[in-house]
């Protein structure tokens, strides 16, 4: 529940930073609310046990997780975005290229940071 | 009415994600229709104040380019008074009773963008400078938009990269009209589209303003012809239009008031009724 409002209040900022009415919004709600079943289908019976801890995940699951996060998010944001059915190649080539990126900045984050804590 | 209750309770997630997700999306389908919501543009005083903070502090840095074009325009804008003044000699014509028709206000850009499909601008000056929508907005180069919300001291820029942007353009060289469109790939290009196939058309020949809406006076620089090629009914051909402007880099800008154009509107509305 909280975790829904505040990814709308997120979204919500960003949009009005950057004048693009409620596309932001919109994904990251999407995402928020799909979150449990992606945890469960990328981490399995870990995740039903309630004992995800983010340091100590595969490597592997982690990535399924963020391939499965960032490609839905994306694909809502830009179909939002453009908002035209006859753009759908466009749209399509956006949301990969952008989540190629996003994925691999992500993994640079999560290396970077997982590193100081130890 | 105990069951009703349950249901909300047990789907309590779901109804919230409903509940925002519509939200989102009445915004997102108001940002699509032409002038959009006055709550949700970064002319407000939240993101406008804040925009103004980071450009106060990142002009310093291209302080210098910025002296360069200006220079540069000075340079040009002094050769056209030279000319002009010896014309003017020679024509005779009381220039002192003729009206004035374009009011030009300086402004500043704080918030750019290009990536996306429909592109806004922020600038900083609002309805305190009297500036209002449907003004358009030049740089030294060329045209960058049209003025799109106000608020007191900020006002957004519908971007020519923008797809709901549509500005009448003409070639320099025949007066052949069409408009000016963006097809949301490249900053550095646009099109223009139904020029009618008896023009004619060359690549880099010089496209401009057409003059034919009351927001641009005619003959402000667009850009030179990339290429061009005819559309689907064979009629009009859609021309790729290299942008002067550096629509990724641009800061100092103009604002044209047309002071006619509320006759020109009342006179051309009403023709419809």
């Known amino acids: 529940m909280i975790l829904l409002l505040t990814s709308f209040l997120l979204g919500l900022l960003i949009d009005i930073f950057s004048d693009s009415g409620g596309v932001h919004a919109a994904a990251a709600v999407s995402l928020a609310y799909i979150r449990p079943i992606l945890l469960k289908s990328s981490f399995g019976t870990l995740y039903e046990h309630q004992s995800v801890k983010f340091r100590n995940t595969e490597p592997g699951s982690l990535i399924t997780y963020l391939i499965l996060g960032t490609l839905p998010h994306h694909l809502i944001l830009f179909s939002l975005e453009i908002f035209n059915i006859s753009s759908i190649l466009l749209i399509l080539k956006k949301t990969l290229f952008s989540s190629i990126f996003t994925i691999i900045l992500s993994l640079i984050i999560i290396i970077l940071f997982s590193r100081n804590k130890k | 009415m105990q069951q009703i209750i349950n249901f909300v309770i047990r789907n ?37 104040g804040v925009y103004s903070t980071v450009s106060s502090i990142d002009k310093y840095f291209d302080l210098e380019k910025e002296n360069k074009i200006l220079a540069e325009e000075n340079k040009r804008l002094r050769e056209r008074l030279l000319n002009n003044s010896n014309a003017s000699h020679t024509s005779g014509i009381d220039t002192i009773l003729s009206e004035k028709k374009y009011r030009i206000t300086i402004a500043e850009i704080f918030k750019n963008s290009y990536s996306r499909t429909n592109n806004y601008l922020t600038i900083n ?26 608020s007191d001291n900020y006002a957004t820029v519908l971007s020519i990269l923008n797809k709901k942007s549509r500005i009448n353009a003409k070639l320099k060289s025949s007066d052949h009209k069409g408009s000016l469109t963006w097809d949301g790939n490249s900053p550095f290009i646009t099109q223009l589209e139904d ?48 942008l002067f402007n550096d629509m990724t880099n641009i800061r100092s800008i103009y604002i044209i008031e047309h002071l006619d154009k509320n006759e020109i509107i009342n006179l051309e509305s009403s023709i419809d009724e």
């Not at chain 2, 997700?21 to 032409?34: D, E, P, W």
Request: hydrophobic fraction near 40%; charged fraction near 20%; glycine fraction near 10%.
């Open chain 2, 12 to 48: 309590k997630t779901f109804l919230l994600f409903l509940l925002l997700f519509s939200v989102a999306l009445a915004l997102t389908i108001q940002s699509h229709s032409y002038h959009r919501s006055k709550f949700i543009n970064s002319a407000n005083v939240l993101s406008g």
């Open chain 2, 195 to 242: 020029i009618s196939t008896f023009a004619p058309v060359k690549v880099g020949d010089t496209i401009e303003t057409g003059g034919e809406s009351a927001i641009f006076p005619k003959g402000i620089s667009i850009g030179t012809i990339e290429s061009f090629e005819t559309d689907i009914s064979g009629d009009t051909y859609t021309l790729q239009v290299k």
């Open chain 2, 125 to 150: 000056k609002g309805n305190k400078d009297s500036i209002k929508q449907d003004f358009g907005v030049i740089t030294s180069k060329g045209i960058v938009g049209i003025v799109d919300n106000t």
